[in-house]
């Protein structure tokens, strides 16, 4: 089950979700528009290796805005801290970006039971696109579990900013 914008706002006044800063009005039906932040992350070496950490270079969105190019993965984040211990959330790209030509989230769009944190947000522009700080990017929608819950305790939690991969750190777990 999906929660309604009203029960999406029951839950962030009673703790059951929290968001920081909340403001209803991005409350929709069924989700929670989330804004973009201020910093972008790009990889810097021609090619990103899964087995290391990999190098980024730090972009901030000024009052201008920045254009995003073609052929580049940029990583972000949310302005919002969005969590929850009782619901799954589920981050998707507004469709009204999506008819600009911009991939927000390209494979992950799920989060975890007891993630609690900014979300970093994965864009891919098929053309120049001129992005600001503060606008509405994605929306993050709330579903109920059943079963028992085992809370996130991973490598993302708490994030502030958008967080480069950390795929190299499972390959240290698995002894390679």
């Known amino acids: 089950m999906i929660l309604t914008g009203s029960e999406i706002n029951a839950a962030a006044g009673d703790g059951r979700i929290r ?21 972008l992350l790009t990889y810097t070496e021609p090619i990103i290796d899964a087995h290391l950490v990999n190098p980024t270079r730090t972009i901030t969105i000024g009052a201008e805005g920045h254009v995003l190019q073609p ?37 992950a769009p799920i989060g975890d039971i007891g993630f609690h944190g900014q979300w970093t947000l994965m864009l891919a522009p098929v053309r120049p696109l001129r992005v600001y700080s503060g606008m509405k990017i994605g929306q993050i929608m709330f ?9 996130y305790r991973g490598k993302y939690q708490n994030a502030t900013g958008p967080q480069a991969s950390r795929c190299w750190r499972d390959q240290i777990k698995a002894g390679k």
């Open 71 to 107: 052929d580049e993965l940029y990583l972000s984040h949310t302005l919002e801290e969005v969590g929850s211990d009782t619901f799954v959330p589920l981050l998707f790209g507004r469709s009204s970006v999506g008819r600009l030509g911009l991939f927000v989230e390209i494979t």
């Open 19 to 39: 968001i920081s800063p909340f403001n209803p009005e991005q409350v929709n039906s069924n989700s929670y528009d989330v804004r973009l932040g201020p910093t």
């Open 143 to 151: 579903f109920v579990s059943t079963g028992a819950v085992d809370l």
